[in-house]
């Protein structure tokens, strides 16, 4: 790793901590906002942090069974959120993330909960469909296609990043080029992902 990767990958880890979802202290945003454009030109997006880091690809599956790719949003503006069916805090975010799904998705905005197991016991598909409808999620619910992809997807993430990923929620944003902007650990409020949000929108 030459040294200017190494600052990157510095500055990414300083600005990541980990969080569980049992915790109750507060939590801080994990990384600073740029100065920012506020311009919402698609073909104009903000000049990238420096420690914005390329997102791995992978593959999971939603509840109907589709396989899906992260790649599959190239062009699209990412909010990747690990959560859990189990976790409190992360039941919390459900309805911001509602709000902001149906108020910019046609603006690129696409909305992606990737779903970790409790105790390696994950939810059934039909378990999922009825918290789905009972939240009314209207963003797509990744899950394992066969078992343990999403915990290698957050360890894969935790590895790019520099630091493992050892709580839920946890949130990023990627750019349209793919590339991790932004990171939260605990909840946040619409507002708040709005805010960090707007410029790449």
């Known amino acids: 790793m030459n040294f200017n990767n190494l600052i990157k990958t510095l500055l990414f880890i300083f600005a990541i901590s980990s969080y569980s979802c049992q915790k109750t202290k507060s939590i801080k945003e994990v990384s600073s906002p740029s100065d920012l454009s506020t311009q919402s030109d698609k073909n104009k997006q903000p000049q990238r942090p420096d420690y914005a880091i390329k997102a791995p690809d992978f593959k999971l599956r939603t509840v109907q069974g589709k396989l899906v790719n992260l790649s599959d949003y190239k062009g699209k503006v ?78 894969d993430y935790g590895q790019t990043i520099g630091r493992p990923l050892t709580g839920v929620p946890t949130t990023l944003i990627i750019d349209r080029d793919g590339y991790i902007v932004k990171g939260y650990i605990g909840p946040r409020s619409e507002n708040v992902f709005y805010k960090d949000l707007k410029p790449y929108l």
């Open 78 to 155: 990412v909010l990747l959120n690990f959560w859990g069916t189990w976790c409190g805090p992360c039941l919390q975010e459900i309805p911001d993330f509602n709000k902001l799904y149906s108020k910019y998705n046609k603006k690129g905005l696409e909305i992606l909960g990737v779903t970790l197991p409790r105790y390696g016991e994950p939810d059934s598909d039909k378990e999922l469909i009825k918290f789905m409808k009972r939240w009314d999620m209207n963003y797509t619910i990744l899950k394992d296609i066969n078992g343990f992809e999403t915990q290698m997807v957050m360890i």
